[in-house]
């Protein structure tokens, strides 16, 4: 069994506060907008609902769920693959809604915007160190399980491959520093080097690692689904609601975005975000808050991450989703 996924010590869960206040996880990406779009736009307040930030997680989702087990954490937007572990592991919460899928792609190392290599097929890997996310996150998880049927497919030597999982700044500074051939991560995040001219992008994106799979979910608490479920429903309409005026108004959600995050104070260039949001690189961002379009996708992936010894057995759709806050609002809208 691989314990490195989701470091929880001991099986005891933390006592939560039995609490209608949000404390809302997030990562550094514009997948996340919703979110970020409803604490700054007012959303929460104007239902009545106590929500705050918990804490942003440029590690990935890996530590996010961690911190999500200690309690300091009662929503999540989170990739399903962290979600899959994390339950698989203890954690009591389900998906309440989708966020979006897909939207990853691989960049390779450049100069002055001109690639330092071309990848045109599996085997160009072969010999190259990449980057992506901590072990278990939904990238790993997807490029790991490309790489594996490529290999199965004859098309690519998995051996002469080295991943390395690490954050969202280490990749970028083992980009520009040569130390690192590739990246494979979230589209607009990827937009940061090749902005830049440190990265160049390729035709390797979700669209062939794995078609339509589920990227980021709301994931909420069972003792806040269970104790406040009124608050439950007004989040989940808040994130539908929110998910629009993303898709919606670009411009103004980047600004959202980049404030929130402080991206132009780690250094990178606000237009990534305009441009992911937009959809003008090799993948669109894919939002869509349907829990019901990522079932199957999830279920396939929980099965991968039992496989990989992620999880000690396989876990139901029952254990992950909750459908009915959703499905009660989109009743209410006549769909």
Aim: proline share 5%; hydrophobic share 40%; aromatic share 8%.
């Amino acid at each position: 069994m691989v314990t490195a996924v989701l470091a929880f010590s001991g099986c005891v869960t933390p006592e939560e506060k039995t609490t209608s206040s949000l404390r809302i996880g997030f990562q550094p990406s514009a997948h996340h907008a919703a979110g970020m779009i409803a604490l700054e736009k007012g959303y929460f307040e104007d239902a009545g609902i106590d929500a705050e930030v918990a804490d942003i997680y440029w590690g990935g989702g890996s530590p996010e769920m961690e911190a999500m087990r200690a309690g300091e954490m009662n929503v999540a937007y989170v990739g399903i693959s962290p979600v899959i572990n994390a339950i698989g592991h203890g954690v009591n919460a389900k998906v309440v809604a989708a966020a979006q899928k897909e939207a990853q792609v691989l960049v390779v190392a450049a100069t002055n915007g001109t690639p330092d290599w071309t990848y045109t097929q599996p085997s160009d890997l072969e010999g190259k160190t990449i980057g992506t996310l901590t072990m278990g996150s939904i990238q790993d998880v997807v490029l790991d399980n490309w790489m594996n049927r490529m290999e199965a497919e004859g098309k690519l030597d998995k051996s002469k491959v080295s991943i390395k999982g690490m954050g969202i700044g280490d990749m970028m500074t083992g980009l520009n520093t040569k130390q690192l051939d590739a990246i494979y991560l979230s589209e607009e995040l990827t937009e940061i080097p090749v902005i830049a001219g440190y990265g160049a992008f390729t035709n390797l994106t979700s669209k062939e690692t794995y078609p339509d799979h589920p990227c980021c979910v709301l994931l909420v608490s069972d003792e806040l689904i269970k104790n406040h479920p009124d608050v439950v429903k007004k989040l989940v309409e808040i994130h539908i609601n929110a998910t629009e005026f993303a898709i919606n108004n670009p411009e103004e959600t980047t600004e959202i975005v980049n404030d929130f995050l402080d991206w132009e104070g780690h250094g990178y260039p606000k237009e990534a975000i305009l441009r992911g949001l937009k959809g003008e690189g090799p993948i669109p961002i894919g939002f869509d808050t349907n829990p019901h379009h990522i079932t199957d996708a999830t279920m396939e992936l929980v099965q991968v991450h039992y496989e990989r010894g992620y999880i000690d057995k396989p876990l139901s759709e029952s254990d992950i989703f909750d459908y009915s806050f959703y499905d009660e609002i989109m009743q209410e809208r006549g769909m």
